[in-house]
């Protein structure tokens, strides 16, 4: 439990208030459990090792730390018969339950000793630990609120107060504590702490105006005061004075402050003063010290590309103000000043120079050639011959850096510089450098060594970029396939004493020839093509089993192809965790689900939802110790970050698909459905996304490719893919908080006839749902809207969400015709013959359309036509849709039944006191009971149809076998079973 | 800022957000990260400052480094540790250390030609997973001009455990 010691370490072994005393550059005195990063991974048992136990500590929970929760709650009660009233021995034993799963009795033992208002250490820090891991950070400042109106002295507690605040955000008591504990011991950080949080209420503060007129000068006239007393001591504080400068706008006077006395001080970073500087010449648009400090800073250091950019900035904005250096004085305040052409390229002429003198090779100087012949062409300057041809620089370029693996990566920026005309031309030239032998065995000259076999591996990926293969026939790409496969195969030789960790050198070639295989499949439908991709990247990845490039496209492909099976085994040994949950869960997620594989699917929402849950309190505790050492600026970014994190969109995907999957396992018959709700507190009413700032965290470029900028993922695909993903994430959302609502509405029936409980808010809850069913309709529309546009993603960008299969197949229309039902049938009772009429007629449209899906579910998942195969995906997805619809459809129906019982009980005692035969009964029963009977052979078939597709799969699966794997597909079957059970039962339940 | 750039290099561990916020807040100067001109990350090097002054033992630590594939064999690796050992001498610090697998003999050369030493091995000091053995590390140190007579290189005659190293 390496969790639960890091929070036992970091309260016990140090108190807060001893930190404090010195700021983030002296000796630390604070352990953490994971006290060496190289062994963070086993920190449980380091951690054990290395707290340091203060004396004053006498009832350490060890049983606790050692996760014996019993044996804990054991001592604790033994302890407590001695002593009755040991508050600490209450709190370990809280602890104990609360970790034992019996939150309320936690909780309520801990309110017992709160209320005591306690004011001993253990009992204090114990309960902080408790709070914590009850995620209620809230009460910790109750705690110690209550422990300095006691001991109001106490550096400690209020120490600990502050913090508290800290955890919660509680900016404007921050600053109140942080002023209390200074009056108490007059220490810097304390007072500073205050001063840090007049800025975190200034970001906070929903009116700028307020921020910047109120807050932000309150924190500077703070700090100038201990400026005018000489009481500044620690460059933290000099970087707080900065930063409340930069905020205000006062760019002038922080620059003083950088370049004064104070800034003396800024010594721990690398260039501190300079970078900060840098930045105050830019928003103050002082272009000479900007070009005279860049230009100083690459003659320290001709590598540093951010110097290259704000040095041409520089210079083309002092020509473009026709500037002239002064006659007598200094040409800036930081020295030489360029202002011309000729200067920055005899400037960038120089660097050059002086990089052949170098021991290491530099590109910095090289590059910057190429970008001030951009920056002149982009002026419409004729002065950009002067430089040089930049093909012939990019040839030399190659010649000096093409066998480092980047040098694609370099060049691929400057591309635009080439005219298309010399595409062709300028491969060639590059290629005709390279030192490649023809063999025997082939007519295709070969690299010796790992030097020429990098170099053609540049120019390969270059002729891709320009799209040179693109604009191949057919044939030619097969040849050019062909090729690039012997050329991989040939170079695994040069890569035979590489480990399993290292990736082959040759392995692009075989990860391009793949790329080219699939423009043949995708653009030119040939089907065979796509089998080609999956059997080179299994072959590519049984040569270097650590290529991610090799299963990341592998699990793209066999996703589309509908092949879930081998994707999850080929993730997981992609070994992504933390923020990468984030960032490349989608890849997972968009599949799992919508190919039937339920039990991964919620495996990887459950990695998601656990990596998101932890980032708040994680955060928390690091935004701390950022005041503790004095990182004021990482604080705002610790926030912005942990903000990021919170209102991610795979963030609220995961969740809202977690909660819709556990419905569909789990609740199989209404009364279940009414627990999983209430167990998941889902409200109807409650919708917890932040829709105006879903932030899209997604990787979409973690697929390498090397197409052209016209093929290339764009800022226009991301913007539109996260509009896509929106208008899906709504539907579902809606669709479950509508689910959600189903049971709330059952309750109502009987006392329904009663006029009086329509008024007391009963009536709210088919209003709410009635509400949502709208919303859903027009997002329904929007999302239809977006689909018009027929967006085509690139193929390793965002993959398309499952909306358009939503709405083509027809569930879309079952479910929204469901949600209506059950607002028809709450009217029965109220509304005459009128509405049963509308209600028989759902009942036989929505029998029609279940039919018309289940219909789109049949079919061969992989059709053999003219000895090529092609799989069928969506029929997967249909089938997958199609169970959820059923779901809904017995939940309703469910519904519908608890409506229809009492109503026609009610009828039949009506019946029997007025003796009267002759009243018939509402035609609506007849209605339902037609519908169960019909909804019974549907399912029935269904579950048929599904056992056929089975005998069909398991024979498909032993071809396989005889056709000795060429053939990767597998279709996992027993998902189809499982669910055929979950029909069944649904429909015994009914 | 945080741009989705995902680290699936095998060789370079993906840390927890505790981790490096802990790193963050703690040690900022010592976060360093290299970019190429195309907004690719190129690598990056973290580290910390610590030990006690009085027993000459105040020196900057390595903690992590890591060059992207693209972008190895640019001596970006040396760029970055002569960056970290400039934050060190700045810090007044005695000498720069690090710790390595003592399989990982690339690694260790690499360390050797930047003019680094093995002063101590620390036995299991990296735990392995599913079931191999636990393995040795190489503590390796550079004296800074702190240390002018070089006396906290001088390797120690005997291996330690890890709990005896601070």
């Known amino acids: 439990m390496p969790f639960v010691l890091e929070s036992a370490a970091f309260l016990f072994p140090t108190s807060e ?71 600490c021995a209450k709190v370990l034993k809280a602890i104990g339950l609360q970790r034992t799963g019996k939150q309320e009795e936690a909780y309520t033992l801990a309110q017992e000793v709160a209320a005591l208002e306690p004011t001993d250490d253990n009992s204090l820090q114990a309960l902080t630990i408790l709070y914590r891991e009850m995620h209620r950070p809230e009460l910790v400042t109750k705690l110690y609120e209550a422990a300095v109106k006691k001991v109001p002295n106490s550096e400690e507690y209020h120490s600990h107060l502050f913090m508290a605040y800290a955890r919660v955000g509680e900016y404007k008591k921050m600053q109140q504590a942080g002023m209390a504990l200074y009056k108490i011991v007059p220490k810097n950080p304390y007072y500073f702490w205050s001063v840090m949080s007049l800025i975190m209420q200034s970001i906070s503060a929903q009116d700028e105006n307020l921020s910047k007129t109120m807050f932000l000068p309150l924190a500077e006239r703070m700090v100038e005061k201990m400026v005018k007393e000489d009481k500044i001591e620690a460059e933290a504080e000099v970087e707080l004075y900065y930063m409340i400068l930069e905020r205000l706008e006062k760019y002038r006077e922080a620059l ?16 501190s003063r300079e970078n900060k500087c840098m930045a105050m010449y830019k928003k103050l648009c002082r272009w000479p010290e900007c070009n005279a400090l860049s230009r100083r800073l690459l003659l320290k250091n001709s590598d540093d590309w951010q110097f290259y950019i704000t040095y041409f900035d520089s210079v083309f904005q002092l020509i473009d103000e026709s500037w002239t250096p002064p006659l007598e004085e200094e040409h800036s305040l930081e020295g030489e000043v360029h202002y011309s052409i000729e200067q920055a390229v005899k400037f960038i002429e120089d660097r050059i120079t002086e990089e052949s003198k170098s021991s290491r090779p530099l590109r910095g100087p090289y590059l910057a050639k190429l970008e001030l012949i951009r920056r002149l062409r982009h002026r419409g300057c004729n002065d950009e011959h002067k430089l040089g041809d930049p093909e012939e620089l990019m040839f030399q370029y190659f010649r000096k850096f093409g066998d480092k693996p980047c040098c694609f990566t370099d060049l691929k920026v400057f591309v635009d510089l080439l005219p298309a005309s010399q595409y062709t031309k300028f491969i060639s030239q590059l290629l005709e450098v390279i030192p490649l032998s023809a063999t025997a065995e082939s007519e295709i000259a070969l690299p010796d060594d790992i030097k020429a076999l990098q170099q053609h591996l540049c120019v390969v990926q270059l002729s891709r970029l320009l799209g040179i293969y693109h604009a191949m026939d057919k044939k030619q790409k097969l040849t050019v396939v062909q090729e690039l ?39 030119e439908g040939e089907e065979t093509a796509v089998w080609q991709c999956l059997t080179l990247l299994e072959e590519g990845l049984s040569h270097s089993p650590s290529n991610a490039q090799f299963k990341l496209l592998l699990i793209r492909i066999y996703c589309r192809l509908g092949a879930f099976e081998p994707v999850a085994e080929l993730y997981s040994s992609l070994d992504a965790k933390h923020i990468q949950h984030d960032t490349i869960g989608y890849l997972l997620t968009r599949y799992a689900e919508s190919l039937g594989h339920y039990a991964a699917a919620s495996q990887s929402c459950n990695f998601a939802l656990r990596f998101f849950h932890s980032n708040q309190k994680d955060t928390s505790e690091y935004i701390i110790q950022a005041y503790k050492y004095g990182a004021f600026e990482k604080i705002p970014e610790f926030i912005a970050f942990r903000n990021r994190l919170n209102s991610s969109l795979h963030f609220a995907q995961v969740r809202t698909e977690r909660m819709l999957l556990d419905l569909l396992l789990e609740a199989n018959i209404s009364t279940s459905l009414e627990e999983s709700i209430k167990s998941m507190s889902l409200s109807p009413e409650e919708d917890d996304i932040p829709w105006k700032d879903l932030r899209d965290n997604r990787d979409l470029t973690v697929l390498f490719n090397w197409d052209p900028k016209d093929r290339d993922i764009s800022e226009e695909h991301r913007k539109l893919s996260l509009e896509e993903e929106t208008l899906w994430l709504r539907i579902r959302s809606l669709t479950l908080r509508l689910v959600s609502g189903l049971p709330t509405l059952s309750h109502t029936i009987q006392p329904k006839n009663s006029e009086k409980t329509a008024e007391n808010g009963v009536s709210s809850k088919i209003d709410t749902i009635r509400s949502l069913l709208q919303q859903l309709e027009a997002t329904v529309d929007s999302g239809k809207k977006f689909l018009e546009q027929k967006i085509q993603y690139p193929v390793l960008g965002p993959p398309p969400t499952r909306m358009a299969g939503f709405f083509s197949n027809g569930s879309c229309q079952c479910q929204t015709s469901l949600f209506y039902l059950v607002s028809d049938i709450y009217e029965l009772d109220t509304n005459g013959l009128e509405v049963q009429e509308r209600i028989g007629n759902s009942f036989k449209s929505l029998l029609e359309r279940l039919t018309d899906l289940f219909n789109k579910c049949k079919g061969d998942l992989i059709e053999v036509r003219d000895g090529t195969l092609k799989t069928h995906p969506n029929l997967l997805e249909n089938l997958v849709f199609f169970v959820e619809t059923i779901s809904i459809t017995l939940w309703v129906s469910s519904y519908c039944d608890s409506v229809l019982r009492p109503f026609k009980s009610n009828l039949q005692k009506k019946k029997k006191k007025k003796k009267e035969s002759s009243l018939a009964m509402p035609p609506v029963f007849t209605h339902f009971l037609d519908y169960v009977t019909d909804l019974q052979t549907l399912t029935s078939n269904v579950i048929d149809y599904i056992k056929g597709l089975e005998i069909i799969l398991t024979a498909l699966k032993l071809e396989d076998l005889s056709l000795k794997d060429t053939l990767l597909l597998q279709v996992r079957t027993s998902t189809y079973w499982w669910f055929g059970g979950l029909v069944e039962g649904e429909l015994l339940s009914l | ?77 040396a760029k970055l540790m002569e960056l970290l050992e400039e934050i060190s001498e700045k810090k007044g610090g005695f000498f720069v250390d690090l710790f390595v697998r003592v399989s990982n003999q690339v690694a260790v050369n690499m360390y050797k030609q930047l003019g680094y030493s093995v002063y101590r091995t620390v036995l299991e000091y990296y735990s392995a997973s599913n079931g191999e053995p636990d393995e040795d590390a190489y503590d390796m140190r550079k004296a800074l001009s702190r240390d002018s007579e070089k006396k906290s290189i001088i390797p120690l005659p005997h291996p330690v455990r890890p709990e005896d190293i601070e």
């Open chain 1, 17 to 87: 208030a001893r930190q404090c005393s010195c700021w983030h550059k002296t000796v630390s005195l604070l352990v953490l459990s994971f006290s060496h990063p190289h062994r963070a991974r086993q920190g449980a048992r380091q951690s054990c090792k290395l707290q340091r136990k203060p004396s004053s500590v006498r009832l350490r929970p060890n049983y606790l730390d050692n996760g014996n929760n019993k044996m804990a709650i054991q001592q604790a009660d033994k302890l407590l018969k001695k002593h009755k009233d040991l508050h």
């Open chain 1, 256 to 271: 003083d402050v950088v370049r004064g006395k104070l800034g003396e001080k800024l010594t721990s970073e690398l260039q």
């Open chain 1, 485 to 523: 496969m012997l050329r991989y195969r040939h170079g695994l030789e040069f890569g035979k004493s590489c480990l399993k960790t290292e990736l082959q050198f040759s392995d692009y070639y075989c990860l391009l020839a793949v790329h080219l295989l699939l423009d043949l499949w995708l653009e």
């Open chain 2, 1 to 77: 800022g945080f741009s989705p750039r995902s680290n699936l290099d095998p060789l370079t561990e993906t840390y927890g957000i505790p981790f490096y916020l802990q790193y963050l807040a703690h040690w900022p100067e010592y976060f360093i990260v290299a970019e190429a001109p195309g907004g690719e990350l190129m690598g990056y090097i973290m580290g910390k400052a610590e030990g006690s002054v009085a027993r000459e033992e105040w020196h900057g630590h390595v903690t992590a480094l890591s060059v992207a594939p693209e972008f190895r064999r640019l001596g970006l690796a």
